[in-house]
């Protein structure tokens, strides 16, 4: 049996290399697959929430996997109807999401780590959604490095774009390269499950389900043929010539400046000069010189025309009707917009995107801002997260908050805070956020002066600290809790992060990924086959808890099991089957040994 490594190893070359893979199907018999994906999906927030069968993580075996694997290789394996439930968005409308059984969850995500290795070398280098080694911050950052001189932005957005894949056109990408009818079955079975809603049936026509596992590398293979159409078609139609034609007004200009210095005309020169700066030296009508460039996160993809806007017309036009007739796609109309980069501001991925101008400002004797890519944080952004710390537009205490332990409550506010700061590091005016830190920090000091019963400037003298950081020393407000036993000590902080300007992406590694697939002490305990509370060697299963203070009951003792899970702070327990149903049936079991 092959192990995770070797398997990827070889799809990721195939992909490499443009191969199709005709016996895919049958690395689904592979249990190495399923450890390596229950390592990635045990410890997440979800893994203990029920589908429609009421299945969670709790209870995991390799018995369960040997059933997976027997129904998978008789063909008899059915994907659940995942359960709905929504949550809402910012415009005030609710997103549907898919909650899918465990088991569910673990063969799509070892569907997703198959196809994955195999897709990954083939997709654009323009797409950075929901890949490894990119993220937002890399495709703002290409637009910033690659994008200078851009007249024209068109943003594009897919209308319920996961919502609406069309089955027969996925299938039909994936039949391109994949020539294993058992495997096309099986991923048309788990499009067309169905969904749960108030316990009524209901079938999906079209779309993959958002919360399913395998959806994010289906959308990224169904969206790639955009990727290629825009790369093969448009770009190559739009863009022509080497650079811009020079400015007839502008070399003339710098004709009579060197005639004025001859003659030593000095203030004439100067005056000259000043008029000079208000031209370009390139000619910004230009017929033979024409750029298009285009990136895209999911669904959200941008594209920076150098040209006329009827033209960039005819890309939004083209890309319409691409969309519509070739992946069954419609465009939303309300975030679809041509925006002109100088005097307008394009909204991409929760930034806005302009293109400078400042004829005054010099650098080396030149105007290297003008034409530069410009990233601001949205005002709307600033007043929108400012606004979940204020009432009645000022900042208000949290009362939900103040029972919680000090090193929770600022714990929780510098988590917030910090997470996005960081996004928005990358903006020119990210300084702005001083707003979001002095009402952010605010509303957490009258937490605790509330939790205190004292003032928010006594609660600030308390918690002050001074911290290191790559442009000096900050002030934050800090807590620190003595663990003991020569342990460094647990702190929480919040702020003393500098809002200064970060050019560089936080991700900013854009080489393939090596296979590298490390393993999990979770599995490599259940592989041990020994139960970790009466210590008999039996067929195991793994007891798990959504978090650790789920443990602790208030007014009664522990069991043993709880104790023993408390002691090494772990949220899961590998148990035979006879203290797995004691447990549930929270009887006592065995002493538990360390």
Not at 62 to 91: C, M, S, W
Not at 109 to 138: I, K, N
Not at 432 to 456: E, F, G, I, P
């Amino acid at each position: 049996m092959q192990s995770a490594e070797t398997v990827l190893g070889v799809l990721r070359e195939r992909g490499r290399r443009g191969l199709p893979c005709n016996e895919l199907y049958r690395q689904l018999f592979n249990p190495h697959m399923y450890l390596v994906a229950y390592g990635r999906l045990y410890s997440n927030h979800g893994a203990m929430t029920p589908g429609a069968d009421g299945e969670t993580v709790d209870g995991m075996s390799l018995v369960k996997i040997g059933r997976i694997i027997d129904a998978l290789r008789h063909e008899r394996y059915r994907f659940q109807p995942v359960k709905r439930t929504y949550i809402p968005k910012k415009n005030g409308k609710k997103r549907p999401l898919g909650l899918p059984s465990w088991s569910d969850k673990l063969v799509g995500e070892v569907v997703r780590l198959l196809l994955e290795a195999y897709y990954e070398p083939q997709f654009s280098d323009r797409s950075h959604g929901f890949r490894p080694g990119r993220g937002c911050h890399t495709a703002l950052t290409e637009v910033v490095n690659t994008w200078a001189g851009t007249t024209w932005f068109v943003e594009g957005d897919i209308s319920d774009c996961f919502g609406s894949l069309d089955h027969d056109v996925m299938l039909g990408i994936l039949g391109e390269k994949i020539h294993d009818n058992r495997l096309l079955r099986l991923l048309r079975h788990m499009l067309q499950a169905g969904y749960l809603e108030d316990w009524e049936w209901n079938a999906t026509l079209s779309g993959a389900p958002q919360g399913g596992v395998a959806s994010p590398i289906l959308s990224n293979i169904y969206l790639d043929r955009l990727d290629k159409f825009v790369e093969t078609v448009l770009v190559p139609e739009y863009t022509r010539g080497v650079r811009r034609a020079n400015n007839p007004a502008y070399r003339e200009m710098i004709n009579v400046i060197a005639r004025a210095r001859y003659h030593g005309d000095r203030a004439t020169v100067r005056e000259l000069r000043k008029q000079l700066r208000s031209l370009p030296s390139k000619d910004l009508r230009d017929s033979g010189y024409r750029r298009l460039r285009y990136v895209r996160y999911a669904d959200d993809h941008l594209l920076g025309f150098v040209g006329p806007k009827n033209e960039a017309e005819e890309i939004k036009a083209r890309l319409t009707a691409f969309l519509r007739d070739d992946l069954k796609l419609e465009l939303s109309e309300d975030k679809t917009l041509i925006t002109h980069g100088r005097t307008e501001a394009a909204s991409f991925l929760g930034y806005e995107i302009t293109v400078q101008h400042n004829q005054r400002k010099l650098t080396s004797g030149r105007r290297a801002v003008n034409g530069a890519i410009g990233l601001r944080v949205p005002k709307a952004a600033i007043k929108a997260k400012c606004a979940s710390y204020t009432q009645r537009g000022q900042p208000a205490r949290r009362t939900q908050m103040v029972n919680l332990d000090d090193h929770v409550i600022i714990s929780k506010y510098g988590a917030e805070y910090r997470g996005y700061v960081q996004y928005y590091l990358m903006a020119g005016d990210v300084h702005r956020l001083n707003r979001l830190l002095w009402v952010a920090q605010t509303s957490m000091l009258k937490t605790l002066a509330c939790k205190y019963d004292s003032t928010v400037p006594k609660m600030a003298a308390k918690y002050k600290a001074t911290v290191e950081t790559p442009h000096g020393l900050r002030v934050c407000m800090q807590v620190s809790t003595d663990r003991g036993n020569g342990r460094k000590p647990l702190v929480a902080r919040f702020g003393g992060i500098p809002l200064k300007r970060q050019k560089k992406a936080v991700l900013d590694d854009q080489r393939p990924t090596p296979v590298a697939v490390p393993r999990k002490e979770l599995i490599s305990r259940l592989r041990a086959g020994r139960c970790e509370l009466c210590e008999q060697r039996a067929e195991v299963q793994v007891h798990q808890v959504r978090k650790l203070a789920d443990l602790a009951r208030p007014g009664k003792p522990q069991p043993a099991w709880a104790q023993l899970m408390a002691r090494k702070r772990r949220k899961t327990l590998v148990v035979c089957s006879f203290c797995h149903e004691h447990i549930h049936a929270r009887q006592p079991t065995a002493t538990p040994t360390e």
